[in-house]
């Protein structure tokens, strides 16, 4: 979350929440990318990757499937 007065800074594992921010800054091997969460899914191809896969784990446990 990034505003005018301040930035707050939230380290989470839950895709979720980040989809839910205004802008995000995502770290790789690639380096840093700072953009909306809409925009890093268009166009960087690990941060889809991450979204989606945990979009899927999460579905297969909500469908009582066994996750390892």
Do not use: C
Not at 15 to 42: C, F, I, K
Not at 48 to 58: P, S
């Amino acid at each position: 979350l990034v505003s005018k007065e301040a930035m707050v800074i939230i380290i989470t594992h839950k895709m979720a929440q980040v989809m839910n921010e205004s802008r995000v800054l995502y770290l790789d091997e690639q380096g840093s990318h700072l953009d909306s969460p809409e925009v890093l899914y268009e166009t960087v191809a690990s941060f889809k990757d991450l979204v989606d896969t945990q979009a899927n784990l999460e579905r297969a446990v909500f469908n009582g499937n066994k996750v390892n």
